[in-house]
């Protein structure tokens, strides 16, 4: 990994839950630390309820931290993180049908994008900026592409529009939060590659969350795989991909889909895919219900991240004892 | 035996401000008794809308304009109202694409269960309990749960309580509309797995729609790609993976990572689909396919079934010229 450039440290997000009288609190992340580093791809795995929405929405400045610090680009991000740093690390969401507004032309939303971040350019300067953005993702001819409405694109077509936006404040960093769920398989493969072209021709890094592992091994550097709000396994994307270690990530590697891979007769058969219990959890590991390694010892606290390698951790007592 | 289902020459129209838009268009296939049948394509493609055509549940703008559905010998699209309410649930059920939205929200499962049995059969109560707790046993959720609220599940359990109740009435086909699509890869892995063992407990026939080909890749015994309203390629489950014909095909087919080998760039399908008010003339993957001929841009190509694989693709059935 070259410089870092987020480092989040011992972040958590409660929330309660529940009537006014309720003693219920969600932990939708619970201690999580990791770092991204310049012009690198980091992938955040898990399955809905995994809290990976989460971390990102209190990157972005959306939900404050319950606990923890974020640092970005050297500077420690407060409850007020100011339009510029927001500019640095922009977010594209899941939904590109709801996340752009319909009636504005396309190029209105994007000039704007412009005006409030780069007070540099002029008119017409953002217009070539914009013409320039829309092509860097791979939206051609800009000039007509800016003159479309919303409705006139597909979903591909929109999602890329969103990393256009994103890319309109110069970012360092960009959040993006299931960016291709929503889209058809065939269409996912493209954006999947204007997520590479932005790292290999603009050095952007990318922290991208999704639950499909394929996908993340295809475009990510580096892998973490959450568990109920907690990171149980991180590494480089072929280490963990060729030595998964802690059991929740194997489950998920026999049940990823492939029709290049045999049916794999395991964990898969009986598990139910369940979500874990978040609310009020134990003290002990929240995978141990649905873990087929599970000992006393997993029961009664959480194991700590222990590295394998220099770039491999895992949260398991089984796999470190 | 004859087959159970037969679709003929399906065609399915959507009124739009601009004219008809054919979004099915001449479909034929046959679905024997016990058979897992996957249809596969990019949404748009006018997979879902078959199903709904097939299960004589359009409505407006949609309308059928052509084509037979014999089911069993009797043809769906002749039946009245009152006729096809009898052989729903009972002969054929649907699942539905999103079960957070099938279930109605007011009513615990126990009850909607039990609505089902009410409407289509003349069971006594104690039959009626006895039937869907049996059900809810069968996809593996817990009996107890007939007295909870949608809302109380998670979804991959509500995905499994439609399933049961499609299941009640012991229907020799079941209709799914991507059941799995809204789930996490474990939910799903395991929703694909009980389907596959209570087919095979039950001998029913599944029709079963999806945009993820991989998902069905392990489970279906034969499946059908459909791209424009039309069927592509039609075969085996497993020749169509190992050796896709069509190009279109072989785009899907290389459109997601893999787990497995070495890491590769992949392309994808350049491109978006046509128009199907003014469908291009000759092939409809024409536009964006990488093979694409003379002839494809001016003939309409067949689909031409070679010892039970059907393409429909210039490539492989070349145009013979008299």
């Known amino acids: ?321 | 035996m004859s087959d159970l289902l037969s679709v003929r020459d399906l065609r399915v129209d959507y009124e739009t401000p601009a004219g008809p838009a054919r979004a099915v268009n001449g479909v034929s296939f046959d679905l024997a008794r016990g058979e897992f049948l996957a249809i596969v394509g990019e949404s748009g493609c006018g997979k879902s809308t078959m199903l709904f055509a097939i299960a004589q549940l359009l409505a407006y703008p949609a309308s059928q304009v052509g084509g037979t559905v014999i089911f069993d010998g009797v043809d769906l699209t002749t039946l009245t109202p009152e006729e096809l309410r009898r052989h729903r649930w009972r002969d054929f059920s649907v699942v539905m694409q999103s079960a957070m939205n099938a279930l109605n929200p007011t009513m615990s499962i126990g009850a909607q269960l039990a609505d089902v049995c009410r409407a289509h059969t003349d069971w006594d109560d104690a039959h009626i309990a006895q039937r869907c707790a049996e059900v809810l046993a069968m996809v593996s959720i817990d009996p107890a749960h007939l007295k909870s609220y949608p809302f109380q599940l998670s979804g991959g359990m509500r995905q499994r309580a439609m399933i049961a109740m499609a299941l009640l009435l012991e229907p020799k086909l079941v209709i799914m509309d991507e059941p799995t699509s809204a789930l996490d890869v474990v939910a799903q892995r395991s929703l694909m797995r009980q389907v596959q063992t209570l087919r095979e407990q039950l001998g029913f026939s599944v029709l079963f729609v999806t945009h993820d080909m991989s998902v069905v890749s392990h489970f279906s015994d034969r499946l059908a790609v459909m791209y424009a309203g039309e069927v592509m390629e039609l075969g085996s489950t497993r020749a169509v993976f190992d050796s896709p014909q069509h190009p279109y095909s072989h785009g899907l087919m290389d459109a997601f990572p893999s787990l497995l080998g070495a890491p590769r760039a992949l392309t994808g399908i350049a491109g978006n689909p046509p128009s199907l008010v003014n469908p291009p003339e000759g092939c409809l993957f024409a536009p964006r396919c990488t093979q694409v001929m003379d002839d494809c841009r001016t003939l309409h190509p067949e689909l031409i079934d070679d010892d039970g694989r059907s393409v429909r693709c210039h490539l492989i059935h070349p145009v013979v010229r008299r």
């Open chain 1, 1 to 321: 990994m070259t410089e870092s450039i987020l480092s989040v440290a011992g972040l958590s997000r409660f929330f309660r839950v529940g009537g006014f009288r309720s003693r219920g609190i969600l932990h939708a992340t619970d201690e999580v630390t990791f770092e991204v580093g310049a012009g690198e791809i980091v992938a955040l795995v898990g399955e809905s309820g995994s809290g990976k929405s989460t971390i990102a929405r209190v990157l972005a400045g959306l939900y404050p931290p319950s606990a923890g610090s974020i640092t970005f680009e050297g500077q420690p991000i407060g409850r007020r993180s100011s339009r510029r740093v927001r500019g640095r690390m922009p977010m594209v969401f899941q939904d590109p049908f709801g996340s752009i507004n319909p009636v504005l032309r396309v190029g209105h939303s994007l000039e704007r994008s412009l005006k409030l971040h780069r007070s540099d350019l002029n008119a017409s300067a953002r217009h070539e900026e914009a013409i320039s953005l829309v092509e860097r993702v791979g939206l051609t001819p800009g000039a007509e592409v800016l003159r479309r409405f919303p409705h006139e694109l597909s979903g591909g077509q929109r999602q890329r529009l969103g990393f256009a936006q994103a890319l309109a404040s110069r970012p360092s960093l960009i959040l993006a939060d299931e960016p291709v769920s929503m889209l058809d398989v065939s269409i996912r493969i493209g954006l999947l590659n204007v997520m590479k072209d932005l790292r290999d021709r603009e050095g952007v890094s990318l922290l991208y969350i999704t639950h499909d592992l394929a996908s993340a091994r295809y475009v990510a550097d580096r892998m973490i795989v959450l568990y109920a709000g907690r990171i149980v396994e991180e590494g480089l994307t072929e280490e963990v991909i060729s030595s998964p270690q802690h059991p929740y990530t194997r489950l998920l590697m026999s049940t990823a889909p492939d029709p290049r891979l045999p049916l794999s007769d395991d964990a898969s058969v009986t598990d139910l895919g369940e979500p874990p219990k978040v609310i009020n959890p134990g003290p002990g590991c929240r995978f141990a219900p649905r873990c087929p390694l599970a000992m006393d010892q997993c029961r009664a606290s959480t194991p700590a991240p222990v590295s394998l390698s220099p770039t491999q951790r895992v949260a398991c007592y089984a796999v470190t004892a």
